[in-house]
């Protein structure tokens, strides 16, 4: 008997010091927000969620987070992305010819980005608002090309200067594609370099930020600093600024399986929400996402148009910088 009732209080004590409990997850500060929430924030809400397709335009997507979040108005990632993509072209065309001799069905001239050089091409030309260039032309799709307008001969013209614009948007990077595939290189130079130059967005209708604190820190996973001192440097953030920029390892995403933390991370993401899991007894990080679908996401995440919560733990190893603005 005596034996008995000593195993039921040896039952009782476990489950008392190490059930996790919402306590507990405070004290790992694991306070919950989440920045889709109108109580959260009603002056401040996000841009129009995007898919980024082929673009490679997650820094432009993310830094649209970041200014939108940080002054209180909706910024378009589409012009910053054009303006990125026209202040840099050369860049961008050497990186197009280089990979297009390694792997040509690959290679497409307008992705990818660097977060930091867009911010500093913003400061002296400042922003478009979203309701002054769409990010996003669901309700505005403009009509099919023709197959005559697709003909090589006819790309270096007006209807290339001055209709394919649109097409830079998210949802129309497969028309561009379809279109360069029939134009040869001088050409296609010609043709991007007009549209890229092209004004996207009225100077009246951009905000200026020269008075503004446009000031990025910028925290890096180095091999000097211990991971837990990393990680509780991105944690403090999370709780003080909320809204944050991270590059990461995107294989996170589809795998809860450990990714490769030495290399840098190729993908960018705004972390937008933290929460405790009670079922899975785990603090987790809410990852804004620019591309795939939650379909793609592994199953042990939740996920809801592409804002997909992810353990803190498995985000944290998987980060090799965190980006915010220090004052909100």
Not at 18 to 29: D, H, I, K
Not at 125 to 135: K, P, W
Not at 293 to 301: L, R
Request: overall charge neutral.
């Amino acid at each position: 008997m005596e034996s008995l009732f000593f195993g039921i209080l040896l039952t009782i004590m476990f489950a008392l010091f190490f059930t996790p409990s919402t306590s507990w997850a405070t004290s790992e500060n694991c306070e919950p927000y989440d920045l889709r929430e109108s109580s959260v924030g009603p002056d401040r809400p996000l841009p129009v969620q995007r898919e980024q397709g082929a673009s490679g335009w997650c820094y432009a997507m993310v830094l649209s987070d970041l200014l939108s979040y940080k002054f209180k108005a909706t910024v378009s990632s589409t012009d910053i992305a054009l303006h990125h993509l026209n202040s840099h072209f050369t860049e961008h065309w050497k990186r197009y010819q280089t990979a297009s001799a390694h792997s040509p069905a690959r290679a497409f001239p307008l992705g990818g980005g660097r977060l930091t050089m867009a911010l500093n091409d913003l400061k002296s030309r400042g922003v478009c608002l979203e309701q002054n260039f769409a990010s996003h032309l669901t309700n505005q799709d403009p009509p099919a090309m023709t197959k005559a307008e697709r003909q090589p001969a006819s790309v270096d013209t007006d209807i290339t200067a001055k209709g394919l614009s649109r097409f830079f948007s998210n949802e129309h990077q497969t028309n561009l594609q379809s279109l360069v595939k029939d134009v040869k290189d001088p050409q296609l130079f010609s043709a991007l370099q007009k549209i890229a130059a092209q004004p996207h967005c009225s100077p009246q209708f951009r905000h200026q930020f020269s008075q503004m604190n446009l000031q990025l820190d910028i925290e890096e996973k180095t091999s000097s600093m211990s991971a837990l001192d990393f990680y509780k440097r991105l944690d403090d953030s999370v709780s003080q600024y909320k809204m944050l920029a991270i590059t990461y390892s995107p294989e996170v995403l589809t795998s809860v399986a450990p990714v490769n933390t030495k290399k840098n991370g190729t993908h960018l993401s705004s972390i937008v929400g933290r929460r405790f899991n009670k079922e899975k007894t785990r603090c987790e990080y809410l990852v804004r996402n620019s591309e795939g679908s939650c379909q793609d996401y592994a199953q042990d995440y939740e996920c809801q148009n592409n804002h997909v919560w992810i353990p803190r733990q498995t985000l944290q190893s998987a980060t090799s910088h965190f980006m915010y603005f220090p004052t909100n």
